[in-house]
């Protein structure tokens, strides 16, 4: 090793002894790339981190999706001063919560109605809650390898986290309540035919990432989304999308308004699952559908959801902020400018040191598969060399170059990132691929 880490490394000495793993989320540990101690840091800034050692990164984790605008970006920092400063929690409702759901609902049509809460695992929770309570019936169908968050029914043969650290399914959880959870694999219309077939009557939702982040990026083939929604509906469920990582990612919007579906309405989901970006890098969830479903939830309806920390102004300042941000024109393009041209490199990198690698990228973000096959779904993404990507992680971050510690978690691009963090990482990624094969 040559970069100095010696900080981290006693930081690490030291979580560990108090914090579970030295970590709080298993996703930051470094158990799937080799293992050692995680880089503390200790700011960022626009695309860079800066570590308890001194050294400088390149950002492409972006904390796993929300920090698309870049670290610190002054417009969202000044809203949460301002947040902070009139106070950053009343118990009451505040008429920032109304702003925030107008500008979700004028993106993304399938909102009638939204309610906040504090993360992705609570937004797709409520969800599932809803739809049981707004179809009386209890089973559910999801996907391999799509991740919707840590609560009980979808940690049932769950993704990237779990997957990465070779846990399919949690302890904790009892088999009846695995039970009603039915897993088929993604981009396989015919797979779910046969579970509706079979399950279709006891099942109250299909949940699913409609454009997935969870084994790479990876896009729904053509017909689809459009096919499971129709083939959910026969079967009297719902649809419920979980775009906690996909709603503003990829254009201002959600999956229902991204050009590269033509009919929107035959993407149209009932409930959706936001969280991350909504939020402009503070803990953030919301969940919201069609107005005669979400009158359900209380105090309209019998389904009981609640939070203390639900709708605080400091969040939903941030997150409007950052949809302000994002609103501008050009941001998505600029994004995928710059992401074309680093998948690109890399590609031509792997080409050059012959290292077989697929790239699946959708506009600003991308995955990096080590592998010669396309990845269309989780078992092509398992399907793929875990020490190279090891080797490929750490030798980027001796470069000064961020990504996640997992073969499943995809490279993401924010609007701080320029032509010359491009040039710099193309290097990067040459120089770590050059040792990838040994
Ligand atoms: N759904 C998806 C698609 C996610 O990627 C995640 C988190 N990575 C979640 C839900 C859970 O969100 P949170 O970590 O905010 O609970």
């Known amino acids: 090793m040559t970069m100095n880490r010696t900080r981290s490394a006693q930081l690490y000495e030291e979580a560990l002894q108090h914090i579970v793993g030295g970590v709080n989320s298993p996703s930051r540990s470094f158990k799937a790339v ?66 925030l759901a107008r500008m979700l609902k004028a993106s993304i049509p399938s909102l009638d109605k939204v309610r906040f809460v504090n993360s992705g695992t609570e937004a797709v929770m409520s969800t599932i809650r809803v739809a049981r309570a707004y179809t009386k019936k209890s089973k559910i169908i999801k996907f391999a390898g799509c991740y919707h968050g840590h609560s009980d029914l979808v940690l049932v043969a769950a993704g990237s986290g779990p997957s990465t650290l070779g846990i399919p399914d949690s302890a904790g959880i009892p088999t009846s309540i695995a039970h009603e959870v039915i897993t088929v694999p993604f981009n396989d219309i015919a797979a779910l035919r046969e579970a509706l077939d079979r399950w279709g009557s006891d099942t109250a939702a ?6 997935v982040g969870n084994f790479g990026m990876v896009m729904p083939k053509p017909g689809y989304l459009e096919e499971l929604c129709k083939l959910t509906r026969e079967a009297g469920a719902l649809v419920i999308y979980d775009e906690v990582i996909s709603a503003f990612r990829f254009h201002y919007g959600s999956t229902q308004t991204y050009h590269v579906f033509p009919d929107q309405a035959a993407v149209e989901p009932d409930l959706t699952a936001l969280g991350k970006i909504i939020g402009g890098g503070l803990p953030i969830g919301a969940y919201g559908g069609r107005k005669e479903i979400m009158e359900q939830v209380a105090p309209l309806g019998p389904a009981y959801q609640a939070g203390t920390m639900a709708g605080n102004p400091a969040s939903i300042s941030a997150g409007i902020a950052c949809l302000e941000v994002l609103g501008a024109p050009g941001v998505y393009e600029e994004m995928e400018r710059l992401a074309i041209r680093l998948a690109d490199g890399i590609g031509a990198a792997a080409v050059k040191h012959g290292v077989p690698l697929t790239i699946n ?29 090891a080797r490929f992680f750490r ?44």
């Open 361 to 389: 990228r959708i506009r600003g973000a991308f995955s990096t598969h080590f592998c010669d096959h396309p990845v269309t779904n989780y078992e092509e993404a398992q399907d793929t060399d875990g020490e190279q990507f």
């Open 34 to 99: 080799g293992g050692g101690a995680p880089v503390f840091m200790e700011r960022a800034n626009g695309a860079y981190f800066w570590d308890v050692d001194g050294n400088r990164f390149t950002d492409y984790l972006a904390a796993y999706g929300p920090i698309i605008t870049g670290h610190a970006h002054p417009h969202i920092t000044e809203a949460i001063v301002r947040a902070a400063t009139n106070g950053t929690l009343y118990g009451t409702p505040t008429e920032l919560e109304i702003k």
């Open 206 to 211: 299909v949940m699913v990432e409609p454009i």
């Open 395 to 438: 030798g980027l971050l001796e470069e000064g170059v961020v990504i996640a510690p997992s073969k499943y978690e995809a490279w993401f691009l924010t609007t701080a990132h320029t032509d010359a963090d491009v040039d710099a990482t193309i290097e990067a990624a040459d120089r770590a691929l050059r040792n990838v094969l040994i």
